[in-house]
């Protein structure tokens, strides 16, 4: 084989490569108009700076708490990497993977997680981890968290998962290809609207109120990848109505607490004392909070982490200064035009979110 | 391990490079190990049966091979002694003992298939005729898994012990390589049927690195793929559609899921083929032919010696020929002869042998009346057609159209409607429906609805339809390329930006259109039971 | 005449397959058809469908329904006619589903509450969960009686996990959650595709 | 030899079967001849020809057939 057909068959090789890997850009989901809780976790990478907090956990993390009024209010800067029903595995390999990055003062857990012990469904796997960047960390979340008939060639090749959007592709696809818009405020997903707590739906009996082998497993190595980070870890419950918290859970994780010496704040119960109105902080019944719940919760939670660990305001270091007023910038442009956008239609049409008829 | 499976493909990958890297004579050790790697994945407990055929056979072939051995030393030894009446005497004596361990293995290994595939049949047989008369019907079935490919295998390792007992060639005297002709993996799944003398030839051969095995035998595979995932598996979405519910899909859809499933089946089946004889062609291995464009015969007939062509020699010279020419048969021929007239004595013994075969063959398919009744409606066309023979060349003396490409474009479209309707018996649960909805379509006249969208609710959208019309379009014009020889060798022959864009185009077509992973859940079910 | 026994014969060809006369292979050509076929038919358990009856027991399909005012609930219905004939809900309540649309709807009517999901968006019942002793299954079973009266209604055919006992029916299950040998919960859940 | 011609000719009295060589080639003997010419072959030599030798090459002319059956009687 002579030189000049060798590097002919080389660069006919390459190019079936970018090719493929060109359509796997154009053909996964780019979450930006439409679901765009899948994009939280890929955006911690275009941070810059670091963070004193970093949240993991399911929507109650990311839709009830605004890094933005911990950094206005106290100066603590803070990244929320939590995903649609994100399972507790996945949120202990985040945090693995963001310790790579950096070793924040504080590490939050939403607890609610600790209800599932196996993988629920693929949908809610994908938005968890198709963002995270290629590491150990990523491959071992997966490992832990696919369904029966998931494959870990579909997470490494996302295009064998996503091949037969096809015939969906839009606009938005082409566009999108290499760059996508930032959707979320560190993490944070901001609604403005509400819709009020009328009803609180009556817990079911359980047969079993004890965590799964499985959940404590990975409560107890993330304790232990904190401590071996020299990283606080703290346990909360956040004020959503539903899923329903039961007491029998709350004693095990205060118990869990106490012997490991956490700090573990429920604000479900201590809606009162956060400020918490459910008649105008929550945009969907009590599920999630809207922007005024979200920074509530930051002004309180972030009362307590400054009182007990300590953290630095470090709104007087004007590096870290400039970056955060960009982000607060973005965070009252966009709160001005999902308001402007209420007031026009009555409710987030560019969210994607269903007229209400009542 | 289904090919269409991640881990077949990092599976075949692995066993490629490794392949070519070890010394060249355990190339043949690490397609053993390879094959039992693979039986071990569809069930380890499968190995048994494997492993039970493998030795058994080896048994009976050295044996019988043991016996012809001293046979023919005796025989020259003694050569001057001997009367030609002694030397017959000893011959049939020595056959007998030979006879005796083929029979062994045969009823052995047989056994077996018959056990595992068809008891359940039996005894669903057995408590319906019970019921009938009164009974309780009360046997309950068993339970057993049917081994992958163990019909597969046990006929091809029946048909080595066959010629080994009729002479043609020695018995393999390594185990090994023997197991390694049994569960030869790329061929375990669905055939073709290899014949040891053929096959032995490439297996256990030394076989370096040539680009050109590589290149054409990727080529082939990538071709199998682009038939099973992007074109079987997702008509296969409508055909089970159409055939799970047969009280809602009547008249034209009947119709519909018949055309859909001929065109499933041979996408399916050659496209599998294709991927057997591709991998068999990377690893310098030459795996024999199992289809010859099949869809373009002019009569049952022909299509059937162009259709799973291993299947039906097989059948042919283990079932059909010992059959007509047995002395039961020739008993039939003398007495018909005499009694009647040489025509009927001609055809008798023939006739009977071939309903046999068709009988055995719809068996060998499913253990259901489903089949049985499929293999003998082949029978009767085939038979039928032989009968009217001379009234076609009447026909054809009077009506001069015998020759015109519109006549052999009419006989090619009836062969195939003709064998893709008793295709239905394979399709339906059982035989009254398949009869019920074959009448449907003559009677139901539905053939509008066919336009009003309903086709968009088989499971198959717009798009999906359209990859299908190009699949097919595709298929067509290679099966015409392959009149004049190869495809692959004319593509070869091409500038390279031609090749290239036409191999690059296949493999991405099978990455963005096939029928695979999520969203296509429910094929993937049903995939399964294959 | 000639026309006719012409035309009869245009009419076989169409039926029966006249190949040019053949040789050695002619009437031998009794191929296979699909190795695939082989393991599907096994699998598909073919083998019972070819014989056994055909008359499916209804019964074991149609799955556990509850009954309210003699409304029937069955699982995986749709839930407006339902709504209809109930008449509205004393408490209602809807939870979105985390990121994708859709959303579970709980309906609060005296004694029981039922749940829904949306497909295609339309609700259908996901399940039906007894809140009092006020209502009893189709079965005669009711909250806090004892757990001796399940297995005389429904027999012995459970699974049993931590206390909770279920029983399916084609797509359905019941579940009864035991306590010290009395019932302390009792749901019908539909099975979802 | 001449049996055998003889045999033949019972089967297909309009062919010429000692010139001719394309017997199975040209599709004069069927498979149904085929099947009568060995049973009659057996009937009047003794000889059962084994399916194995049922090829295309043993039955293409008078005088392969004739061949196969020496060779087969020469066996004994």
């Known amino acids: 084989m002579n030189k000049k057909k060798f590097g002919l068959r080389v660069a006919a090789v390459c190019f079936l490569f970018i090719a493929i890997w060109l359509l796997q850009r154009l053909l996964m989901p780019k979450y930006v108009s439409a679901i765009v809780e899948g994009s939280l976790i890929e955006e911690y990478y275009r941070e810059e700076t670091s963070h004193d907090v970093i949240f993991v956990g399911d929507c109650e993390v990311y839709e009830n708490i605004s890094p933005i009024a911990l950094w206005d209010n106290y100066g603590i800067t803070s990244f929320i990497r939590g995903g649609a029903q994100q399972l507790i595995w996945q949120s202990y390999y985040l945090l693995e993977e963001t310790f790579k990055y950096e070793k924040p003062e504080v590490a939050v857990f939403n607890i609610l997680a600790m209800q599932y012990d196996e993988p629920q469904s693929e949908a809610y796997n994908r938005l968890n981890l198709d963002g995270m960047r290629m590491s150990k960390e990523k491959i071992k979340s997966i490992n832990a968290s696919m369904m029966e008939d998931e494959h870990l060639a579909e997470y490494l090749f996302p295009l064998l998962r996503y091949h037969s959007r096809w015939n969906e592709l839009s606009w938005e696809d082409f566009k999108y290809i290499f760059n996508k818009d930032k959707i979320s405020h560190n993490g944070y997903y901001m609604r403005v609207d509400i819709q009020p707590v009328k009803t609180i739906p009556k817990p079911k009996k359980l047969p079993s109120y004890e965590f799964g082998e499985k959940a404590w497993e990975y409560l107890n190595r993330m304790v232990e990848l904190c401590k071996e980070n020299d990283v606080q870890l703290v346990l909360i419950k956040a004020p959503s109505i539903y899923p329903h918290w039961y007491d029998e859970w709350d004693a095990q994780i205060k118990e869990y607490s106490e012997e490991h010496d956490l700090l573990y704040i429920n604000l479900l119960q201590k809606a009162d004392e956060v400020g918490i109105d459910y008649n105008t902080d929550t945009y969907n019944g009590g599920l999630h909070l809207n922007i005024s719940g979200a920074e509530k919760v930051a002004v309180y939670l972030g009362n307590i982490l400054k009182e007990t660990y300590g953290l630095k305001d470090h709104r007087d270091e004007p590096e870290l200064s400039s970056v955060w007023q960009e982000k607060s910038r973005f965070y009252n442009e966009m709160r001005e035009k999902q308001l402007r956008e209420l007031e026009e239609y009555g409710y987030l049409k560019s969210l994607g979110v269903e007229k209400r008829e009542d | 391990m289904l090919f269409a499976s991640y881990n077949f493909i990092v599976f075949i990958s692995v066993l490629f490079i490794i392949y070519y890297i070890i010394p060249k004579k355990y190339q043949w050790v690490l397609l053993l190990l390879a094959s039992y790697l693979f039986y071990f994945f569809a069930g380890p407990s499968y190995l048994i049966y494997i492993a039970a055929t493998t030795i058994s056979t080896y048994i009976a072939g050295r044996m019988i091979g043991n016996i012809a051995q001293s046979q023919a030393r005796y025989l020259s030894e003694h050569k001057k002694e001997l009367t030609r009446g002694e030397k017959r005497v000893y011959r049939d004596r020595q056959k007998s003992k030979m006879w005796r361990w083929l029979l062994a293995c045969l009823l052995f290994n047989f056994g077996i298939l018959a056990v595992v595939k068809y008891s359940n049949f039996v005894i669903a047989n057995i408590n319906h005729i019970s019921k009938a008369v009164g009974g309780t019907g009360g046997f309950s079935f068993w339970n057993i898994a049917l081994p992958m490919g163990i019909s597969f295998y046990t006929f091809q390792t029946m048909g080595y012990i066959i010629d080994v007992y009729r002479g043609k060639y020695s018995p393999e005297k390594n185990i090994f390589k023997l197991a390694l002709f049994v569960s030869f993996f790329p061929q375990l799944v669905q055939g073709p049927i290899s014949r040891f003398d053929d096959l032995s030839q490439t297996l256990f051969k030394e076989h370096p690195f040539e680009y050109r095995n590589i290149s054409f035998g990727l080529q082939r595979i990538v071709w199998g793929y682009f038939k099973k995932v992007v074109i079987a598996d997702r008509i296969m979405v409508a055909v089970n559609t159409l055939i799970k519910d047969p009280e809602t899909y009547q008249g034209a859809f009947a119709l519909v899921g018949m055309l859909f499933y001929a065109f499933q089946l041979y996408a399916d089946f050659t496209g599998g083929i294709d991927i057997t004889i591709g991998i068999a062609e990377v690893l310098g291995i030459k795996v024999k032919e199992n289809f010859d464009r099949p869809y373009f015969s002019k009569s049952i007939a022909e299509y059937w010696r162009r259709w799973h062509i291993t299947m039906g020699t097989w059948f042919r010279d283990y079932l059909f020929y010992p059959l007509s020419t047995s002395k039961g048969m020739m008993k039939i021929y003398k007495f018909t002869r005499q009694h009647f007239n040489p025509y009927l004595g001609k055809r008798i013994p023939v006739y009977i042998s071939t309903i046999i075969v068709w009988f055995t063959t719809g068996l060998w398919h499913g253990s259901s009346w489903n089949f049985i009744v499929w293999g003998l409606m082949n029978c009767f066309v085939i038979v039928i057609s032989q009968e009217l023979e001379p009234l076609y060349s009447w026909f054809h003396s009077k009506v001069r159209i015998g020759n015109t490409i519109g006549f052999r474009v009419f006989q090619v479209i009836r062969t195939v409607l003709l064998l893709s309707a008793i295709r239905m018996f394979d399709c339906y649960r059982d035989v009254p429906t398949t009869f019920r909805m074959f009448g449907s379509m003559f009677t139901v006249f539905n053939y509008r609805e066919l336009f009003n969208g309903s086709m968009l609710n088989l499971g198959l959208s717009m798009a999906d339809y359209g990859v299908l019309l190009l699949g097919l379009v595709i298929l067509l014009t290679v099966s015409l390329v392959q009149r004049k020889g190869s495809v692959r060798a004319q593509l070869a022959s091409r500038p390279h930006l031609i090749r290239y864009a036409i191999y690059y185009a296949l493999l991405i077509a099978i990455l963005i259109f096939g029928a695979y992973g999520v969203g296509y859940d429910s094929s993937q079910f049903i995939y399964n039971q294959f | 005449m000639k026309r006719l026994s012409i035309l009869l014969i245009a009419l076989l060809l169409l039926v029966a397959c006249a190949g040019p006369k053949e040789g050695l292979e002619e009437v031998v050509g009794n191929d296979q058809q699909k190795a695939v076929e082989d393991n599907k038919s096994s699998k598909q358990g073919k083998t019972d469908g070819a014989v056994e009856d055909n008359d499916n027991n209804g019964e074991e399909d149609k799955g556990f329904e509850f009954e309210a005012n003699g409304v029937v609930i069955a699982m995986n219905a749709e839930m407006a006619p339902i709504i209809e004939k109930l008449g509205d809900p004393m408490e209602y309540f809807e939870a979105d589903s985390c990121a994708f649309e859709g959303k579970e709807r709980m309906y609060y009517y005296s004694g029981f509450e039922i749940h829904t999901y949306e497909k295609e968006e339309i609700d259908h019942v996901q399940s039906v969960v007894f809140n009092d002793d006020s209502v009893s299954t189709k079965e005669g079973i009711s909250l806090y009686s004892d757990f001796s009266s399940v297995i005389d209604a429904y027999g012995e055919e459970y699974t049993l996990t931590e206390g909770l006992y279920i029983y399916e029916r084609g797509k359905s299950q019941i579940k009864f959650l035991v306590e010290d040998d009395e019932i302390v919960s009792i749901e019908y859940v539909a099975i979802v595709e | ?76």
């Open chain 4, 1 to 76: 030899m001449e049996e055998l011609l003889e045999i033949l000719e019972e089967l297909h009295p309009d062919i010429d079967f000692e010139e001719c060589d394309t017997l199975i080639d040209e599709n004069i003997l069927d498979s149904f001849d085929i099947i009568a010419l060995i049973s009659e072959i057996n009937l009047e030599f003794g000889i059962s020809i084994p399916p194995d030798e049922i090829v295309p090459e043993n039955f293409n002319s008078a005088q392969a057939l004739y061949q196969l059956i020496e060779r087969l009687s020469d066996e004994d």
